[in-house]
């Protein structure tokens, strides 16, 4: 037997594993994921393997390693998130969206780290020895929202787009802001004195660290979709670009002190539709599977990992510290989502109502970033405190608040997201108004998003798509990607149908039509109208109402009752003849 | 700058994404690939690299690790061989390429080593220091024919299936013989004296080593075919379970000295009919393509690494001793197949031809497992020399036998793979023929592979389909499947060709109906005639005779031309209309 020498990838395997098999035993009692969130369950099982490892080896089980965290199981979750985000709401809101993740994580953070600075003046707490900023510091690692426990729980409930985008784009958007700010507090702490000079600079390194991101990633991104334009001859390599691309984006950000998770999401985002245009039908499934596959692992992963690491002895156990950071997390972050929503409401026509703030300001679920950037804090006599406190906010959060979301969602009525996808009508209607707007904001001279767009629009057809599509002679609309995509999936379901061998009969439908040819088949139907019905039934688009099911992230568009739609089809083709 | 934090994924990330940029510089230059075999253009990338490094940094590059090899980049090789190895023609040939496998290599080992060793006792070579065990280990590693060499070749110049299975599986099973023998010269050449019962225990290792492979492989096939069963509700796992289970058995072998490369082989082949059956087609489809992605990364990441480890100073030059091996390697295997052979043809009626004969000896490619054996090796003083004989004997084989085969084999006029798969016909007669073999061996008392054959089916489908599959009660022959698969093709490539708007007009096909109905459309067209046309439209099915083409491992099935198919297939249908 040798162990040794196939152990870390024997190990890495069977982590997977087990996550894998967890998420299946979830699945097969239908009713456990609709109530409690798979992020609970998994958390669950964290800490139950963690109680055995502990009480097995009699010492604290391993902690999940930072670097691991940071460099392998953040990233696809983070690609995931930016290659399906939703363009059109994200684009809407985007001014929202930085204004809760930049003002509102300041907020939070000066907030807490104050309020808990109070709490330390408190003579009967004994916690006078914590100072302002190892208080502002802790702030800065505790009040950031993050996103794998956000998409976690809100995959699940369904609410509306605009919600969703504002509580989802925040918790991506606000890491520029946590690095900065965390990394600046944990520096002023080994710094003996504070110039003025420092601050501003720190004030300075927001735009650098966010800005500098984004550029990374569409760097990278349009390297990609660049790339993509010579695959032709070897397909089989395709989806590994996308996937090489966002990575490199993501490490080299870090690297250079930029935020990784902006920069990933800006070269997903940025090459998505040069690169669908590029690779083949086959390789983008495989892209599409590959990424929700490893997403999901990686999420699954880092959940257990989390229930894991909080067995131990790790914390060192102060109630006031702790009952009030998880009172603080609360209350700052509710009052803040109060005043910028305020503000916010003033400049909009669609305002956020006050249920949506509601949830908005309860959706704020701390996770497994906080709990990495907590243990990579510098020894200091009071790090176990902050990890107790820490561990605690996250289980409060992703367990109290994350199971009672939903049934609250569903007392307060929140609007929910439509069910079916937009129709083709629809997105005409849409394009069309978005060209209309375009117009007016260009002739009175406000330039806003729409006039944005279209310039955005207009240098993409004009350069980008030259230089990064294949075959750029022949450019094609979206709505007629749409078309095609349709076309295919019902020509699978028809397909799928024929096998059937009883397509349904429906003679009431057909009843009015009682004129009998008795001629043979052959004679009835002439070269001209056999092309006519080929014609027909080939060029018929059918069923545009329902083009997907609403959004999952555990399972793919498309994969929902093949029979019922075939049927469907072919009841409505007889009707169009 | 932080680079230390990002350098082991950044690093990795990089080495892949050049080895993909190489791959389509190649075939961004057509004749290029044609000519030249992919794995010496990459070795040549790799030599240019490894030079690069030497001169910039005067010390030799980095050698390509042995546990990175053999942990991370053969098994997804070998993977994909196992599970798109072409089981028909493997189990009619599986005495063969066992003997081939076993017996053959045998016989290199000690054929090599001997005369090596015969070589050193010439004076003038000054090699009197190499002992025989030490030759005898030097031929147990430089014997075996390479896997990932042979498909490389083999894979481009589309020799029959018959040819192409013996080289190929003999290139795989010959591991289990390689490990044990490898092994067992290394303990040998530690031990003060050999007994007899070492030799013997050496003889019984091999059983062990390919039969315990065998088993562990066949365990975790199953259970990854049984875990599939569960996935229904999280499709989007279930790609993972068929790479974490086959990578599983691989681990596991090789933990128990077992033959890793055997175990991953029963473990692909045994589960792919049971999974392929559980699983969604976009999740079959992810496999496969990942499969192949990931093989084909790993190929060129070794061949890239096989060049830039050549560079540096790690040999020792020895005219003689080098020039020897090569020959002796061409000599032992062209008589090893030469004698096998003619045992073969007498119990066979199809016997392998003298053309066929000098391919296999010809194309016995050495590649990237002697060279990380070599290294492995023991350190002691005639190491060095070992290195460049096992350097020269792999470039030898790789550049000139892998550059001169396809035109010899065009020269000699080998019987080539048949372009096109079997027509629905050929199969259901194959069928048939089977099922007559196994009644007449079972009649005749005969307990030839017709009838294991049958006995196996007829297990599989009373126990194992019931246990492994999810929905055993509508069990598939796999004509049907076959048919299923050919309907869904076809009806995208309609669907596409509907899109193009302009479907060719043959009225010269059309010409001899000239029945004109001067009636409205509707009024032409009874309910009957309709669901008739219907039912011919969707259930017709058309151009059996050419289902897929020609296997090669850079491209998936099924992406050629799908205009051109769909023209036809129109075509096709107003014929049977």
């Not at 509580?167 to 002023?188: C, I, M, P, Q, W």
């Not at 927001?206 to 993509?228: E, I, K, N």
């Not at 149908?497 to 088949?521: E, F, I, Y």
Request: glycine letters at 6%; charged letters at 20%.
């Amino acid at each position: 037997l040798d162990y040794q020498h196939v152990q870390v990838p024997f190990e890495i395997t069977l982590w997977i594993m087990l996550a894998s098999l967890a998420k299946i035993a979830f699945h097969l009692y239908n009713k456990l994921p609709s109530v409690v969130p798979e992020s609970c369950l998994l958390i669950f099982v964290g800490l139950i393997m963690g109680g055995i490892i502990y009480g097995l080896n009699d010492r604290s089980p391993p902690v999940m390693d930072t670097d691991i965290f940071f460099l392998y199981l953040l990233p696809p979750i983070v690609l995931d998130a930016g290659y399906f985000m939703p363009s059109r709401p994200f684009f809407e809101n985007i001014g929202t969206i930085l204004l809760y993740a930049v003002v509102g994580t300041i907020w939070n953070v000066f907030g807490i780290g104050f309020s808990l600075y109070g709490i330390c003046q408190v003579k009967a707490f004994r916690l006078q020895d914590v100072s302002l900023l190892h208080n502002l510091l802790f702030g800065s690692l505790i009040a950031a929202v993050d996103p794998v426990a956000v998409l976690a729980v809100f995959e699940e409930i369904h609410v509306n787009e605009k919600l969703h985008i504002l509580v989802f784009g925040e918790s991506l958007l606000n890491d520029a802001v946590t690095v900065v700010l965390y990394k600046l507090f944990r520096s002023f702490c080994e710094m003996p004195t504070i110039k003025s000079v420092d601050v501003f600079a720190g004030v300075g390194k927001f735009f650098v660290v966010g800005l500098g991101g984004v550029l990374v990633g569409l760097t990278f991104g349009m390297t990609a979709a660049f790339t993509t334009r010579f695959t032709k001859d070897i397909r089989v390599i395709e989806p590994l670009f996308v996937f090489l691309y966002s990575y490199l984006s993501y490490l080299t950000a870090e690297m250079f002190h930029l935020s990784g998770i902006v920069a990933i999401i800006a070269c997903a985002m940025g090459m998505k539709r040069y690169v669908e245009a590029n690779i083949s039908l086959k390789s983008h499934t495989t892209v599409k599977y590959f990424m929700k596959m490893w997403s999901s692992v990686s999420d699954t992963l880092i959940f257990i990992f989390l229930g894991v690491s909080t067995i131990g002895e790790n914390h060192e156990w102060n109630w006031p510290y702790i009952c009030f950071t998880v009172i603080f997390c609360l209350v700052w972050r509710a009052l803040g989502v109060l005043v910028l929503t305020f503000f916010v409401n003033r400049f909009h026509v669609n305002t956020i109502t006050s249920k949506d703030q509601f949830i908005i300001a309860y959706g704020g679920l701390r996770g497994a970033i906080c709990f990495s950037l907590v243990f990579l804090l510098p020894d200091f006599h009071r790090k176990k405190l902050f990890i107790a406190a820490t561990t605690v906010v996250i289980l409060f959060t992703v367990f109290v608040q994350g199971m009672t979301i939903r049934p609250l969602v569903d007392l307060l009525a929140v609007k929910r997201k439509r069910e079916s996808a937009p129709t083709v009508g629809e997105q005409i209607h849409i394009r069309f108004l978005d060209h209309l707007l375009a117009g007016i904001e260009d002739i009175s001279g406000h330039w806003g998003q729409y006039y944005w767009k279209d310039k955005l629009e207009y240098f993409n057809s004009k350069y980008l798509q030259k230089i990064l599509l294949r075959e750029y002679d022949q450019p094609k609309s979206s709505i007629v990607l749409l078309y095609e995509k349709l076309e295919r999936k019902h020509a699978i379901e028809l397909a799928a149908a024929g096998q059937l061998g009883h397509a349904p009969s429906h003679p009431s439908l057909l009843n009015d039509r009682s004129v009998v040819t008795d001629k043979k088949l052959e004679d009835t139907l002439n070269p001209d109208v056999l092309e006519n019905i080929q014609e027909i039934l080939a060029r018929n688009l059918y069923r545009t109402r329902r083009t997907g099911p609403a959004y999952n992230r555990h399972t793919l568009p498309g994969e929902t009752e093949p029979v019922e739609h075939a049927k469907e089809i072919l009841i409505l083709r007889r009707k169009s003849l």
